[in-house]
């Protein structure tokens, strides 16, 4: 793995860097989550990573009674099974990620040599095409599977991308994926910010719309509207047809940027995936 990346293991670099005196990552931090935290005071650090069910009591009880026997967990035990198979080589996806499947905390980084932020999913194929395996279709199937019980593996890792002042390209990326939440998108002119900040909480047809703080701890998601687990930017796909604004392929840059930003913004927030979404 190179070693030009904005990961944990930089964070030495990270703090070296002289925060600037404008508004930055860290203030968006700050007035992202006061946000949220002033928004509904009752709701722990934890319970934003759970979203509607966090907010609403009727949704919640429904959720809870799913999860006594959740629908994922047959993907995760496929999952399972595929992080220990060999692949033709003999080697086996551990030996791309530090050896332990309990590594979702450190995703997504920016790399500084590739000068693009890797997501979890990326780094999945990147392994494979490593290992001689071809790539898997992103967005659901068995990446998905991989990434289930990666992120079971990962339940309780606290969500903290490292600030994307360790390098201008990082922080460029980084601005371009806010940009991109807090701007109007489609035919209804909504941004995700909208939707997901400014009316969080409020009721749209059967939805409760769940806060942004918290979006990015549980995928992959069993959503029971796909029947099958999809990925984040499978969801943000979903919320841009709503608006009939222009969707993205996975693993896009403009969704890949946007992922960082929005993990950022949960810096703190347990992660407890996969999850489970009506
Ligand atoms: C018109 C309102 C609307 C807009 C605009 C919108 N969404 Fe959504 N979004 C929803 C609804 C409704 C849901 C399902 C209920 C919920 O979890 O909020 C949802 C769900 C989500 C979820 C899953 C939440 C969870 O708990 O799993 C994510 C992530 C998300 N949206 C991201 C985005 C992003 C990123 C954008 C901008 C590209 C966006 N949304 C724009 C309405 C919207």
Not at 217 to 223: A, E, G, I, L, M
Not at 251 to 261: A, P
């Amino acid at each position: 793995m190179s070693d030009f990346i904005c990961r944990i293991t930089f964070l030495f670099l990270a703090a070296s860097v002289a925060a600037p005196a404008l508004a930055g990552p860290q203030e968006d931090l700050k007035e992202f989550q006061a946000f949220f935290e002033n928004r509904f005071p009752d709701v722990s650090m934890a319970e934003f990573g759970n979203g509607a069910y966090a907010i609403d009591e009727n949704m919640r009880e429904n959720w809870l009674a799913t999860e006594e026997f959740p629908p994922y967990e047959p993907m995760v035990d496929e999952g399972r099974e595929a992080w220990n198979r060999p692949f033709a080589n003999g080697n086996t996806y551990a030996d791309c990620f530090d050896g332990t499947p309990g590594v979702v905390q450190y995703y997504p980084y920016y790399d500084i040599d590739k000068k693009m932020v890797i997501t979890l999913p990326l780094a999945i194929n990147e392994c494979r095409a490593k290992n001689g395996a071809p790539a898997l279709p992103y967005g659901k199937g068995e990446i998905t599977h991989v990434m289930a019980y990666m992120a079971f593996e990962s339940r309780g890792e606290l969500t903290d991308v490292v600030s994307p002042t360790c390098d201008p390209n990082a922080l460029a990326a980084y601005e371009a994926g806010k940009e991109y939440w807090y701007k109007r998108q489609g035919q209804f002119q909504f941004s995700c910010a909208h939707c997901h900040k400014t009316y969080a909480g409020s009721k749209l047809r059967t939805d409760v719309l769940s806060p942004g703080m918290g979006h990015t701890t549980h995928w992959p998601v069993y959503r029971a509207d796909w029947g099958e687990m999809g990925t984040l930017h499978r969801r943000f796909s979903g919320c841009l047809e709503m608006v009939r604004g222009r969707v993205r392929d996975e693993q896009s840059e403009t969704f890949r940027n946007l992922e960082y930003f929005l993990t950022y913004m949960s810096n703190g927030v347990p992660l407890n995936g996969p999850g489970y979404r009506k």
